[in-house]
């Protein structure tokens, strides 16, 4: 059964870093996407961006573009979003997710929820102004 367990979320000041991470299992080969979303206060669930993770390829949603790498260890089977100059505004749940297709690649219309049918419970980061 695959499941994806998020962790390393908390509360960072403005301007500050952090870095969550993925840990898929289940999943029998490397030909599947996992993609990081985020439900922000006041907002709906928004991709931020996604990997194919047997050749690396990565595309970032504009909702957090040029803050945030989404970087991989093969070895260790885990996968981060590395977030960068966190504002109030970044406050929310951030989620895994992953599916063996998704709609559009690149996904340059946008990330949807609706592709994904693997997701994990979510970590919630707090940034305070």
């Known amino acids: 059964q695959e499941q994806l367990v998020e962790s390393g979320g908390g509360s960072v000041e403005a301007g500050g870093s952090l870095t969550l991470s993925c840990a898929p299992s289940?999943?029998?080969?490397?030909?599947?996407?996992v993609a990081w979303f985020r439900q922000v206060t006041g907002k709906r669930r928004e991709g931020v961006g996604v990997i194919y993770r047997d050749h690396g390829s990565r595309y970032y949603d504009d909702s957090m573009k040029g803050r945030v790498t989404i970087a991989q260890d093969n070895s260790e089977n885990i996968l981060f979003l590395q977030m960068n100059n966190l504002t109030a505004d970044d406050t929310g749940i951030y989620y895994c997710?992953?599916?063996?297709?998704?709609?559009?690649?690149?996904?340059?219309?946008?990330?949807?929820?609706?592709?994904?049918?693997?997701w994990g419970r979510g970590t919630r980061v707090t940034v305070s102004s």
């Open positions: 289940g999943f029998t080969s490397r030909h599947y996407y």
């Open positions: 997710a992953a599916d063996r297709s998704v709609g559009q690649w690149p996904p340059t219309a946008g990330l949807r929820s609706t592709w994904f049918d693997h």
